[in-house]
DNA sequence: ATAACATTCAAACGTTCGTTTTAACCGGAC
DNA sequence: GTCCGGTTAAAACGAACGTTTGAATGTTAT
């Protein structure tokens, strides 16, 4: 029979990706090896290569296991969004933007915050293959929000919009990588991090604000 | 004699530091072989371990060359601004913080650029000891600023500054690493980013709107 | 010239890496 | 029972790792 047993499906699978997720974030990817990632799996050292391949194919399966449902909601965050009014404003674009990521890393029982610190690192990721991956699982849900954010912001120059949405995901990902250099700029009780509503109005406001910067006219030198 | 000669004064240190710089970038730290690290170099495979004592040893090196003068020109450009007035704008500040930065991203010659990205990713580095070490390179240049914060916007609740610093810090940080995001974003061209005057207008602008952005009154749900 | 020193070099060290192999194990189908 | 696909187990593979060694080489002071 083809009928895949109802068993504890893939359950070697899963611990292979849960302590992966840790062990990534804590050491990255080539300082994590195979018999310290199986240790803390409690499977064996043979696993990973029976179940995905190869140690590629492993990193690639932590990435799509949360991206993939993560970009999914950010698409259908913005649909809701859209149901309701043509044009939405900025700040309740931007809101849906963040809301997936922030409530991953709000995530308390499952190891959803390890994968955010995991997340935020991949932006900067010396592996080209990892880097395209990570493109191209954000490609369709960054065109669909820089489409929104042209219609809510007519006036703003594209090029000018483009960049702001650069800083603006750079300020959501250092968020949710950081790790302890908001304690270095000043004591900053680490629980606060975990209070995702209250973060959540800090980051938007912030964004919000910076995306509607004024518009100085910028002097361009001739080329 | 203990004077030491100033002939080709440390050129193999040099050679090393260059070609670290950009091969961790590429690779990483675990990915960058002392092969791979000696060849690109030219120079002989047991010369790290003879100029500087260990791979981490040399790590160490890489930061330190490049981080001490950018935090003291930090700490020099807030020294500049606040001997013409007590209280600079806030504005002021974040030019002043980050144009050392951008001064290094746009850094054609030397491999200033280089080390940029780099730097970006140190932020949620792995590794403990470069993320320790780099805390205490930034701490001193960090008190200062979130003083001259604090004195410009007296106004604003200390909890929130500070995580608008933080904020700022993360765009800025990704701003200096992202690689390719921009053009996944939209079709940016590249040789934008090198406009060192342009990018440092825009985040400025960006920055400041949101370093200033309006203060809502905070919803805290009791504990 | 020669002694003392700093640096470079080729070779090898022991260890750990990701992966492969081969046998054992186990639950259902017949 | 017997067979069989899916999974786990222990052991070994060759390759690559960071580091060390000891001799060779260049450089400087006497």
Redesign the pocket.
């Given at each position: 029979?083809?009928?895949?047993?109802v068993?504890?499906q893939?359950?070697?699978?899963t611990r292979i990706l849960d302590a992966a997720e840790e062990l990534f974030m804590q050491h990255g990817?080539?300082g994590?090896?195979?018999?310290?990632?199986?240790t803390k799996a409690?499977?064996?050292?043979?696993?990973?290569?029976?179940?995905?391949?190869?140690?590629?194919?492993?990193v690639e399966a932590v990435f799509r296991r949360r991206l993939d449902p993560m970009n999914v909601a950010r698409i259908a965050e913005l649909d809701k969004l859209e149901a309701v009014e043509a044009a939405p404003s900025p700040e309740a674009i931007i809101r849906a933007f963040i809301t997936p990521g922030l409530r991953l890393m709000a995530d308390g029982k499952d190891g959803g915050r390890n994968f955010t610190r995991l997340l935020g690192r991949t932006y900067t990721e010396p592996h080209k293959q990892v880097r395209q991956l990570i493109g191209q699982m954000y490609a369709p849900a960054m065109q669909r929000y820089k489409a929104a954010l042209e219609r809510a912001l007519p006036q703003m120059p594209r090029d000018e919009l483009v960049w702001r949405m650069h800083f603006m995901f750079g300020t959501l990902a250092y968020t949710l990588a950081a790790t302890d250099t908001v304690q270095l700029i000043a004591g900053c009780k680490p629980e606060d991090r975990y209070d995702a509503h209250l973060l959540e109005e800090r980051l938007t406001a912030f964004l919000a604000a910076g995306l509607n910067a004024p518009l100085k006219t910028v002097i361009r030198k001739a080329a």
């Open positions: 029979m083809n009928l895949r047993a068993k504890p893939h359950e070697t699978r990817f080539e994590t090896s195979m018999r310290l990632l199986t409690g499977v064996n050292l043979a696993a990973v290569n029976y179940h995905f391949g190869s140690k590629d194919a492993l």
